[in-house]
């Protein structure tokens, strides 16, 4: 589970630009990928093609065989601006995609229970997102994308607004994650730093414009749960 095949695509929003241009690249189950690049080279409309919040002009995305169409649970997604309902208790925000999916109320407050351990909150499951820091906040939705179970995790420049204090523990939990749940992690970022730091394999994204230019496999010793 978590094999994501991008074939030849291309994303033109007809404005003039093209946002992704012929990109190929297969991903394997359990891979940790950082997409680097400048600011606007792409890196965040190739992402959302594998997220299905994007439709690729030609070409085609599979994940695990089937071709994206639209949003689905397979995929959990965190962005740079979580997105929490501020009426609903931490818990409750995490409980929520398992509730949609038909899991019953206790058993998918009792899996956001488990998440939020992961992440370290189980202090503040009763609690409002609004009491919450920046990093916290980014911890419940990390929890929240993983409530499904989903085989990919997608990430948008998740840590962009910490500080780099912040940045650094939660670069080591979500490493910690990613070892527990062995999903594929799709990580975009423009920091070389952070990118050579967390991932497996490193594919490079160009400024002019959306073109991949390079796939590289990293091999620092780094730490490990
Ligand atoms: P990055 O994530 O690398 O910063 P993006 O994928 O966000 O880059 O953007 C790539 C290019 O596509 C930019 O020129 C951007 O303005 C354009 N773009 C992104 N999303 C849209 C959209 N929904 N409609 C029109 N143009 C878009
Ligand atoms: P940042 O504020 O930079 O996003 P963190 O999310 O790591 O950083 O928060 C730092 C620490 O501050 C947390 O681990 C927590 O102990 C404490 N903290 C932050 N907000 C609150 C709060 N509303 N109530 C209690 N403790 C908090």
């Keep these: 589970k978590g094999h994501i095949e991008i074939d030849n695509v291309t994303v033109d929003f007809g404005n ?73 208790t931490v818990c409750d ?29 189980s202090a503040y499951e009763k609690r409002y997102p609004g009491v919450l820091s920046g990093g916290m906040k980014q911890r419940v939705g ?3 994308a993983l409530a499904n179970y989903p085989s990919v995790l997608l990430m948008d420049e998740p840590f962009g607004a910490l500080d780099a204090q912040t940045r650094a523990m939660m670069q080591e939990n979500l490493l910690q ?3 527990e749940f062995g999903i594929t992690v799709i990580f975009v970022t423009h920091d070389i730093d952070e990118a050579v730091f967390l991932a497996d394999r490193v594919v490079v994204m160009s400024a002019s414009p959306g073109r991949l230019i390079a796939d590289i496999r990293i091999e620092l010793p780094r730490p490990r749960v």
């Design 16 to 88: 003039g630009s093209i946002a992704v241009n012929d990109a190929s690249l297969e991903i394997m189950p359990g891979e940790f990928v950082c997409l680097l690049g400048p600011s606007g080279c792409g890196k965040s409309t190739l992402m959302n093609t594998v997220a299905g919040f994007v439709h690729a002009t030609s070409g085609s995305v599979k994940v695990d065989g089937a071709t994206v169409e639209m949003p689905g649970q397979d995929r959990g997604m965190v962005f740079q601006q979580h997105s929490l309902f501020p009426w609903k």
């Design 177 to 179: 994650i990613w070892d």
């Design 142 to 144: 990390i929890a929240r």
């Design 93 to 121: 925000n995490v409980a929520f995609g398992p509730l949609m999916a038909g899991e019953g109320i206790d058993s998918a407050r009792a899996t956001a229970r488990s998440l939020l351990e992961m992440v370290g909150l």
